[in-house]
């Protein structure tokens, strides 16, 4: 056998994983990710995994004075997976190039390059952490636990822009076949969870929203262990606050889901708590919902659970590794319900941990 095929096979074995930090916080919680992916393929060898770098958004402009380098994109074409960290920068410096519409050429530039069509935002309010949360602990007792999945390539955001003049114009519009990518998501989600889906949009003014509702009424057939019910996405606004604990799966168009997964984050009290996954039709990318956080980058205090967690979704939906994935999160249950809390879940006055020392307890805490 030669050399050249003796390497083919054995990274054949082991996944590939692109790894994206990008800008802020995104390098400092990354490796945090890294040292608990390492240990994890320590204790289940079937999880082997490469790991190469990439730059995006700030990182990707000055590297190659692009948001989404054509380097990055042929990297991501042969991964198995994307570790995705966060990108932008410090408001002050919006109007730079190296800032200017960097979210979005990085995001939107990966969505539509790898076909990430379907978006799954978890929310969760960690009991021992109920005190983070902005919401009275009566309206918590039940346990606030749901999954958003979002449509992520169409809808407004994807459709005509323009502007003449005085006037500017945006359009929605949604296909058959787009509506049934997340909901089919969606409802085998609901079978593994719950068993709800609640299918959000504005059906009492929008034809795409009617269209929606048709589709998912027709999709509630072949699905009858889901119950099933729809709701405005201003009253959804509304029950996520009023009876988060009533949600189980909520699926919805782009731009609601944009905005009800932003609302749904502050349950859990911080953002650093929350992972997230874009899954494609080859590959998916995983990234916390919070952003890069400009104002504490560089200082070590950065909470890196939700990167962790990505790991722990990867683990689950590209590689198809319950145990490890669950291991993760157990371990992040556990750092967390020890005590070990960085500044944004460590109780007012309480002592809180560093980015490494959480990433560390994480790691300590693992368990084949
Ligand atoms: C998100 C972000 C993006 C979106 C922006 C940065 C384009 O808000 O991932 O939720 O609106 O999808
Ligand atoms: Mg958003």
Known sequence: ?????????????????????????????????????????????????????GNIGGAGFDAHGEHFPAVTK??????????????????????????????????LGLRKAFDLAVNVRPAKVYPTLAHCSPLRSELLKDGVDMVIIRELLGGIYFGEHTTEGDSAK????????????PLEFAF????GRKGKLTVVDKANVLDTSRLWRKVATEMAKDHPEV?????????????????????????TENMFGDI?????????????????????????????????????AGKGVANPA??????????????????????????????????????DI??????????SVFGDAVVAAMKA
């Not at 692109?18 to 999880?47: H, N, Q, S, W, Y």
């Not at 709701?231 to 988060?244: G, R, S, T």
């Not at 460590?346 to 980015?355: C, F, N, R």
């Open 227 to 251: 119950t099933m019910d729809f709701m405005y996405v201003d009253n959804a606004a509304m029950q996520l606050i009023k009876a988060p604990a009533s949600f189980d799966v909520i699926c």
């Open 74 to 107: 042929a990297l991501c074409e042969r991964s198995d997976a994307i570790l995705f960290g966060s990108v932008g920068g410090p408001v002050q410096e919006q109007h730079m190039p190296k800032w200017k519409d960097c979210e979005k050429n990085s995001l």
């Open 170 to 181: 945006d359009v929605c519009t949604y296909t058959v076949a787009q509506i049934r990518r």
């Open 188 to 191: 085998q989600a609901a079978k």
């Open 260 to 296: 009800l997964s932003d609302a749904a984050s502050v349950l859990p009290g911080s953002l650093g708590l929350m992972p997230s996954a874009s899954l494609g039709s080859k590959l998916y990318l995983y990234e916390p919902s919070g952003g890069s956080a400009p104002d504490i």
């Open 306 to 343: 939700a990167q962790i967690l990505c790991g722990a979704m990867m683990l689950r939906y590209s590689f198809g590794e319950e145990a490890a994935a669950a291991a993760i999160e157990a371990a992040v249950d556990q750092a967390i319900l020890s005590g070990v809390l960085t500044g």
């Open 346 to 355: 460590a109780p007012p006055g309480t002592k809180s941990v560093s980015t």
């Open 1 to 53: 056998m030669t050399t050249m095929l003796r390497r083919s096979l054995s990274s054949k074995a082991a996944r590939k994983v692109a790894v994206l930090p990008g800008d802020g916080i995104g390098p400092e919680v990354m490796k945090e990710a890294l040292k608990v992916l390492k240990r994890t393929a320590e204790l289940f060898p079937k999880c082997a995994m490469t790991f190469e770098h």
